[in-house]
């Protein structure tokens, strides 16, 4: 059974509709990534799910359980929720490192060493100092560290590498590998395509609160026909070169100047892009063929542009 | 790298230790700030050593024994109400109340443990006042279960009214809110300074105050022994009771 099970999941602030009709499931011990750009619903489907927000209509399951209003969920589940923004990460301003990691893990049965998890974060030398003085990556590990004290076995991650720098974010990315090697179900969201496919084994693809696609980064991104791409000048008519490649083919101009063509043979692709754009006078440039990224899916998936 | 068990072992510690550790932090920060410690320390002390000497207005006499009663009363509204409304304030806007509901504490637990924290700094409020109290020659008298009642009924009526403040205002207008609050119910409560300039009806009114009826009902206990007039009572539960149901209907917690 499925830890997290989330079906037809709507929830509305006034008129905005936040998450609309979402479905999808997080498999035990398993890490799964909610993608997403800004605004898409992904916090407050997560919110919903760690049991912080009522919904207004769908099922939710988590641990066999609704998880609002569930005391009985709270010492199987760790939640570290969204900073970046609100900057509300929940810990009290004043309390020092150490003290607030000391706090949660008193509130749990079999906590882990305060002192290791410290370490292992790279947060010991700063034990005595503050939240409120903590820059907003040390406070993202904090954050992170109270999620996982009381070792629960379902954890809601939301953005946990956000506003990180490279050394942070891989010392995030490792603890959160070693969380699933334990047996720890991980359900983390993220806009980062790239943490998405480096660590999820199933990725739920989230645009304007529904899911847009979902699956293994394996299969969003194998071939179907590889994808040919290049560049050229803006504004180009793809309908026209659709029409020249057949019916199987997708062609879009992905940002200004740059195509990708998807769902014919790459050879096919390669001589009829060359041809095309050589009686229009115009010069393809960085003409290439490869495997889709998690990127490609992403755009093709939420529109054009890049994710905020 | 140090190695962690990371391996799921899920369990809430006994709820206990979990309202006690709490409440030891919430008390720790209480007394860790300084702006708190002005109001909850600073002040009823300075009162009331200044007043007992100063040359000035017509505070009956003898003088400690109006205002030990007057400035215990303002104790607790200092910690129960003033301190506790801007740190809850402060704390449902940066996410804690929210994020330590969600953990085995709980929201119950979150609650017990600021009303244990609450009560053990007015425990050492009242230690202090009363030391400095019988230094500049109070003596106590009168019935400390009904003096030690009031405070607990006060306790309840002023935490509610903070709470509610809290849950419902931004946390700057709680922070700006329960200072002028405060400010205003020392001068027109008779905390430090009898009412006797106000007119009568005027008087009356300011008695239904919770500060009024607590400084009252103390200064009744403290003096005049175990008769405490049923109105301070009376004021006190009328508060509590109101201010706690509307805290339970309005506060929000995120
Ligand atoms: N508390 C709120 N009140 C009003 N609108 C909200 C609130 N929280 C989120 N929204 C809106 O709901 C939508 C989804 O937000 P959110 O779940 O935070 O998305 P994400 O985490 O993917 O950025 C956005 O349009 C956002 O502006
Ligand atoms: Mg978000």
Known sequence: MATVEVCDLRRSYGSVRAVDGLSFAAQPAAVTAVLGRNGAGKTTTVEICAGLRPRDSGSVTVLGKDPWRNPTLRPRIGVMPQAAGSGAAGVYPAARVGEVLALFASFAAHPLDVGALLDRLDLTRLARTPWRRLSGGEQQRLSLALAVVGRPELVFLDEPTAGLDVAARHATWSLIEDLRAAGVTVLLTTHAMDEAERLADHVVVVASGRVVAAGSPAALTREDGGTVRFSAVPGLPVADLTTRLGTAARVREVSPGEYAVEGVPAQHALATVTAWCAERGVLPDRLSTGRRSLEDVFLGLTGDGPPA | ?254
């Open chain 2, 1 to 254: 790298m140090t190695a962690l068990d990371l391996t799921p072992a899920p369990g809430a510690a006994p709820v206990g230790r979990r309202i006690a550790r709490h409440a030891a932090m919430e008390m720790k920060l209480l007394l860790r700030n300084g702006e708190q410690l002005l109001l909850t320390i600073v002040i009823p002390t300075v009162l009331l050593v200044v007043l007992v000497h100063a040359p000035l207005a017509d505070i009956p006499r003898p003088r400690a024994a109006f205002l030990v009663p007057g400035v215990l009363a303002l104790a607790v509204m200092s910690t129960a109400f003033t301190g506790q409304a801007i740190a809850t304030g402060f704390e449902r806007r940066y996410g804690v109340l929210r994020r330590l509901g969600a953990t085995p504490l709980g929201r119950s637990g979150l609650l017990v443990g600021k009303t244990c924290a609450v009560l053990a700094v007015e425990v050492l409020q009242v230690a202090l006042l009363v030391a400095v109290g019988i230094a500049v020659g109070w003596h106590p008298r009168g019935s400390v279960l009904a003096a030690f009642a009031l405070v607990l009924l006060g306790t309840v009526a002023f935490s509610a009214l903070g709470l509610l403040m809290a849950g419902t205002l931004r946390a700057e207008a709680t922070l700006a809110a329960a200072n002028l609050v405060y400010l205003l119910l020392l001068v027109v409560s008779g905390i430090a300074f009898p009412l006797t300039d106000f007119s009568p009806a005027v008087r009356h009114a300011l008695r239904l105050l919770p500060s009024a009826a607590l400084a009252d009902g103390l200064r009744a206990a403290l003096d005049h022994g175990a008769h405490v007039p049923g109105r301070p009572w009376l004021v006190l539960a009328v508060w509590a009771v109101t201010a706690a149901a509307a805290a339970l209907r309005w506060f929000r917690w995120g």
